[in-house]
């Protein structure tokens, strides 16, 4: 079992920028892919960028140029760099990785961006 934590959430102006952070029970990062999701009030969850065990990034259109996810091994540990925020990136973020065919979540944390 993997336990996942969302972190680096919060207000922030239209143009701002944060770094979430999801930090994993043990190591997961090497062996898996971990993906970004979000979900605004409303909407189906989507993926926002994902990296996969060999390091290749995907980000959805909407993000690109704009959000970078990286990861920090030693610290099991996942980033996801969002610059140049719009009101539309408002929403939960979650962090996901799948194992052994076993979805893991995070509790998520909450981006505002305000206009």
């Known amino acids: 079992q993997v336990q996942l934590v969302e972190s680096g959430g919060g207000l922030v102006q239209a143009g701002g920028s944060l770094r979430l952070s999801c930090a994993a029970s043990?190591?997961?990062?090497?062996?898996?892919?971990i993906g970004w999701y979000r979900q605004a009030p409303g909407k189906q969850r989507e993926l926002v960028a994902a990296v996969s065990s060999g390091g290749t990034t995907n980000y959805a259109d909407s993000v690109k140029g704009r959000f970078t996810i990286s990861r920090d091994k030693p610290k099991n540990t996942v980033y996801l760099q969002m610059n140049s925020l719009k009101p539309e990136d408002t929403a939960v973020y979650y962090c996901?990785?799948?194992?052994?065919?076993?979805?893991?979540w995070g509790k998520g944390t909450l981006v505002t961006v305000s206009s």
């Open positions: 043990r190591n997961t990062f090497t062996m898996n892919t």
């Open positions: 996901n990785t799948r194992e052994y065919g076993m979805d893991y």
